[in-house]
C-alpha cells in the first residue's frame, strides 16, 4: 500500500508559478512511476505527466508542454510539479498517482495507476 498526500496548490494570476509536491509513505517508492492528473469542475479528469521510477523518462500533454516539469527526489519520497505560465484553463484539482506496473508507452492511461493522492486545488485568476 501506498499513500500519497499532495501539497503546494492555491491561487495565482494567470502568468504565475506554483510548485506541487507528492509525498508518498508505504511500500517502496522508487520502483513506481508517478504521475499527476487534474480534474476541472464538470469535466473528465485527465493526464497531466508523469516520470519514470528513474527519473529518465516523463510524458506531458501537450496543453502543459514547456510550462510544467515533472521531476521526483526518490530520497525524500516525493514528486514535484512546478507549474510556470499558468492559464486560467490550467484551473483544476491536481491529484498524483503512483502506477505499480513499469514505464511503458502509455503512461497517460488513469487505469494504470493503482494509488491516488486526495487532491490538491489549484485555481487561476485572469
Known amino acids: 500500500q501506498v499513500q500519497l498526500v499532495e501539497s503546494g496548490g492555491g491561487l495565482v494570476q494567470a502568468g504565475g508559478s506554483l510548485r506541487l509536491s507528492c509525498a508518498a509513505s508505504?511500500?517502496?517508492?522508487?520502483?513506481?512511476?508517478m504521475g499527476w492528473f487534474r480534474q476541472a469542475p464538470g469535466k473528465e479528469r485527465e493526464f497531466v505527466t508523469a516520470?519514470?521510477?528513474?527519473?529518465?523518462?516523463?510524458s506531458y500533454a501537450d496543453s502543459v508542454k514547456g510550462r510544467f516539469t515533472i521531476s521526483r527526489d526518490s530520497a525524500w519520497n516525493t514528486v514535484y510539479l512546478q507549474m510556470n505560465s499558468l492559464k486560467p484553463e490550467d484551473t483544476a484539482v491536481y491529484y498524483c498517482?503512483?502506477?505499480?506496473?513499469?514505464?511503458?508507452?502509455?503512461?497517460?492511461?488513469?487505469?494504470?495507476?493503482?494509488?491516488w493522492g486526495q487532491g490538491t486545488q489549484v485555481t487561476v485568476s485572469s
Open positions: 498517482a503512483a502506477d505499480r506496473g513499469g514505464w511503458g508507452s502509455t503512461p497517460y492511461l488513469i487505469d494504470n495507476y493503482d494509488y
Open positions: 508505504g511500500r517502496t517508492f522508487e520502483r513506481y512511476v
Open positions: 516520470i519514470s521510477w528513474s527519473g529518465g523518462g516523463t
